[in-house]
């Protein structure tokens, strides 16, 4: 694909979701970035931080073009702002410093012709922007509407969005971004809405519009099983659940998005931030409170400072989240079913029964956790020197002694499985398993755990625990005797919070990720050519990663935290993750040559 015939897709795409939308109260989300030769700076630095030459020479061959193609006529100097507003539709603003508007058969006007565009001059500085146009040159239905003005193209789906007296779209004290950019950050983006009862109610009433559109949207795929379509439809539902929360009842959200190369203060890392508050006395609010709000099941428990896969989840969940995971719960066990049933590596129906037994049995326990009020889980995995490392990890459980009968069912699924119950106690309510490990998963297993060929899993009333490596058994029962100390008066107000090295997780990830299954010959040759083209890019990417972080340190680590009625979270990466992100947009950018 040529850049040109991208960027016309693109503008395209983009065109084709403006819709018109009555002039009520949306959500607004504002986003600013620094400046086309600030962005090109960035993309440079992290393509070039490849690890091979052909990947760092994709910024030459196809990045650098593709960006100053798209930027022909704009002021790479000045700050871009888009703005989405979600209504009955989701519509954009689009806000472009231009440097040079129209001459001869240059600027910013002849581009937009160049990749297909019908442009329409209505007076001075007001446009009609298109894909196509009607007969004899006149605007095509449907147009976007472009003003210039304080040295900005700025394009909306309706005229009354670019007025004559536009403001500066940067500086203008009412409507102007200048405060989001004198934070500092490489792109911002921020959402604030009112709180009067009116604006409340219209938000809802335009986003029950939008989610009638969505919804019909979804359609029965051809061959497909009638539980996965329930499944489908009710992942939409829930999410747009959460979805409407978010945008009608959010008083105020701000992120942002830093890359420190070579020539900035904290040169080689990346940092992300955010925060969020609800509008009194909604369910988003009443969602938030109820984060953190009890101590974990797991809050004594040790996590050591230099773990390699580490962190923990105290999850609160409320009324919404509690009937949706009970919903979700209910649709997902046929789906599970059938997903045994077809599963290539089940040889016979003792195999594929004791499977789906196991699987009730830990569907049961999930449902069950539900009632518990909060996802509350931990883990630690660090190094114990020549390359070998130490597991713990736990999840609170309504009864976790069911787990037992899961473990006791293994053999029946691989028989590679040797399962030993009960081989001690840990304290005066914890049982101790063990597991090997089944042959396929060996290789996987070795990259941690070197000469290991066990797992252990320790189970109580209030509990499910797992342990593998160097002395996992002490390590394990010292993190039990940690969790029956008394809990601290206040919980920690860390949600979440997490420290990895992306080579180890990635690691960890292969011993339990699922074996690549066939696909399926009775689905549209159209789905099994995307789900092909899936696994392709799935594979892509994870070989992309193990070549980006082998021999340097691929750290990230990030938390989410309660602060008064706030939600606040960050996420820091260090260079040689940003080594990874800036391979795969050198790789994926070879498609668009």
């Known amino acids: 694909m040529s850049v040109r ?39 440079k630095y992290l393509v070039e931080l490849s690890p091979t030459p052909s990947l760092r020479k994709q910024w030459k061959d196809t990045l650098e073009p593709l960006i100053d193609s798209f930027a022909d006529g704009l002021d790479p100097t000045k700050p871009l702002r888009v703005d989405v507003i979600i209504g009955k539709d989701v519509t954009y603003e689009m806000h472009f410093p231009v440097k040079l508007l129209e001459q001869k058969n240059k600027g910013f006007i002849p581009n937009l012709k160049g990749m297909g565009f019908n442009i329409v001059k209505l007076n001075d ?7 196509g146009g009607g007969k004899k040159g006149a605007p095509a239905k449907n147009p976007m509407y472009m003003r210039y003005a304080n040295g900005y193209a700025s394009i909306a789906m309706t005229q009354a969005a670019v007025p004559a007296n536009m403001p500066d779209p940067i500086t203008d004290s009412a409507k102007g971004v200048k405060p989001l ?30 989610r009638k559109q969505l919804e019909a949207g979804l359609v029965f795929k051809r061959n497909e099983d009638k539980n996965e379509f329930a499944l489908r439809k009710l992942s939409l539902i829930q999410n747009l659940n959460e979805a409407e929360r978010f945008v009608v009842e959010t008083e105020e959200l701000l992120f942002n998005w830093t890359t420190s190369g070579a020539e900035k203060e904290g040169a080689g890392k990346g ?23 009890k101590p974990s099941y797991f809050e004594n428990v040790k996590l050591h400072d230099n773990g390699v896969v580490s962190g923990k989840t105290n999850f609160g969940l409320d009324s919404l989240r509690i009937e949706h995971l009970k919903e979700f719960y209910k649709t997902v066990r046929p789906v599970l079913d059938a997903q045994i049933d077809k599963r290539a590596t089940f040889k016979d129906a003792d195999q594929k029964k004791s499977a789906k037994e196991a699987s009730s049995i830990l569907i049961d326990m999930l449902n069950e956790g539900v009632e518990l009020g909060a996802a509350d889980l931990f883990m630690d995995l660090h190094s114990a020197g020549d390359g070998k490392h130490t597991m713990v990890c736990g999840v609170r459980a309504a009864d976790g002694k069911k787990a037992d009968g899961i473990i006791k069912l293994l053999p029946k699924v691989n028989s590679t499985r040797e399962v030993k119950m009960d081989i001690k106690k840990l304290g005066d309510e914890v049982s101790l398993h063990s597991i090997t490990i089944p042959e396929k998963r060996e290789a996987a297993f070795h990259k941690l755990f070197p000469g290991d060929t066990v797992i252990y899993v320790a189970t109580s009333k209030d509990a499910v625990w797992g342990a593998a490596g160097v002395n996992a058994v002490e390590a394990l029962e010292a993190a039990i005797k940690q969790a029956a100390e008394a809990a601290p008066e206040k919980a920690d107000p860390r949600v979440v919070y997490f420290s990895a090295h992306g080579g180890r997780l990635v690691e960890l990830l292969d011993i339990i990720k699922p074996e690549p299954q066939k696909i399926d010959e009775k689905l549209s040759k159209d789905e099994q050519s995307r789900l092909k083209q899936q696994q392709k890019e799935t594979e892509r990417v994870r070989k992309l990663a193990t070549e ?10 990030g938390e989410v935290k309660k602060n008064g009625n706030k939600v606040e979270g960050s996420l820091d990466v260090s260079e040689c993750v940003l080594r990874f992100i800036g391979s795969v947009i050198a790789e994926f950018s070879k498609d668009f040559q």
């Open 5 to 43: 015939n991208f960027l016309l897709l693109s503008l395209t795409a983009t065109l084709l979701m403006v819709r018109s939308v009555a002039a009520q109260p949306e959500a607004r989300i504002q986003f600013v970035q620094t400046g086309i030769d600030h962005l090109k700076d960035d993309l």
């Open 125 to 131: 500085n007001l446009y009609t922007v298109a894909q």
């Open 181 to 210: 950019l004198d934070l500092g950050f490489d792109v911002v983006g921020s959402m604030k809405n009112s709180s009067a009862a009116a604006d409340v109610t219209a938000r809802r009433k335009n986003f029950i519009e939008l």
């Open 271 to 293: 940092r992300a931030e955010f925060s969020i508050s609800a509008l009194p006395d909604t369910d988003l609010f009443k969602s938030t409170a109820v984060l953190a709000s």
């Open 548 to 557: 980006a972080t082998a021999n340097c340190d691929a750290v990230f680590s």
